[in-house]
């Protein structure tokens, strides 16, 4: 069978890219949660922490399952592994329709079963398509995780003005977890293994393609020998850590610097929702055409500039500029690190060397907002401290990206093209 034989035989993998496009958004419907707040916490008569903490642990457990789900994956195939995330995660959300008055169950079925399912669903779909998009890795990376931050803004509204007014929490619950089970494990019919090596007829890598890609594939195990997997980590973390400072205050934030009122203030969360997945799809196209180490040195320059020019802004409509810039790095941080963990170490294993790498998540997504609410007094925060704080650490953050790239330079594991050999 000749090469264009081959190629016609295998599956579109623009469909597969649409369907777990699909499979993201009913994932990423886990970030609505803030419009089942306050119904749990009156169903269950518990305080906000206590409630709350049944998100904290489906975040928890989709950091720590997506590290397995990329060995899973490369075992038995995104299309087993996405179907039984779905069925975990559509499970996990019908079960605790039923947890009531019980806040244990709510834990066990929202957060750690729906949890699981979340981890292996979203690894699954980054690992696939970086390897059925060899030429396209950021664009491809950001798009699934695009998808994954556009959920909340679909399934928010739908629950807080129809669902729960009419239905009440459990039974919305169920239907939710229905139709998160529907979708999620329809669209993973759909997913297919890449072929090893597979490349889309007629591409040729360009020259920076070949620059900043490894030349060999690594394992875990053999990633976390090497300094440049804890910098890339390190990266994703610091990059996170500012993004989530200012998404966990923005709205008190506003209110201090422009005196506006809540629900005017509320407009910038938004705003910085409507970019934090916009910015995955953009800065991963970005990083295709100017490498990923540029473009987080990028995001890292602005980010410095943003974060040290918020304190002097009085006027709200003017605040939502660097909010929206914020959000746009804040989702471009997880719309390039997959294709940059898959340039540095092969995309073989990006799934399991990337899903290790996600407990950067956890890590900048605690750090960053007690960092900014950490100055000040009661009824008195200080903002102004921890934004020059965070310029400063961003200031910091520029040279990882290029001490990473050097690094796997030296180490001979990523080629260096001339101009000429390019030619």
Known sequence: MNSSSAQSSLPNRWVIATAA??????????????????PVIKLYQVTQPQANLTFTLALVALGITAGFGGYFNNRFGPRVIATVGGILYGLGIILSAFAAPNLIVLYLTYGILGGIGLGLGYIVALAMLIKWFPDR???????????????????????????????????????????????VVGAAQFFHTAPEGYAPAGWVPSARQQADRSV????????????RWYLLWLILALNVTAGAALISVASPLAQTFTHVAAGVASIIVIVISIFNGAGRLFWGWLSDAIG?????????VIQIITFALIPSISTFAILLIPAAIVGLCYGGGFGTMPAFAADFFGAKNAGTIYGAMLTAWSAGAIVGPILIASFGTTGHPDY??????????????????LVARALARRQGDVVEVTAEAAR
Do not use: D, H
């Not at 003005?161 to 229905?178: A, D, E, M, R």
């Open 21 to 38: 496009f699909l499979m993201q958004l009913a994932l990423g419907a886990v970030y609505a949660w803030s419009v089942f707040l306050k």
């Open 137 to 183: 890795r950021g664009f491809i990376t950001g798009l699934a995780v695009a998808g994954f931050g556009a959920g909340a803004a679909i399934t928010g509204p739908i629950a807080a003005n129809w669902l729960i007014p009419s239905l009440g929490v459990g039974n919305t619950f169920l239907i939710l977890g229905i139709a998160y089970l529907v979708i």
């Open 216 to 227: 060999r594939e690594y394992t875990l195990p053999e990633a976390l020998r090497l300094p």
């Open 292 to 300: 990923r180490p540029f473009a987080f040195l990028s995001m890292f």
């Open 384 to 401: 102004v401290t921890p934004l020059y704080i965070i310029a400063g650490i961003m200031l910091v953050s520029c040279a990882l990206p």
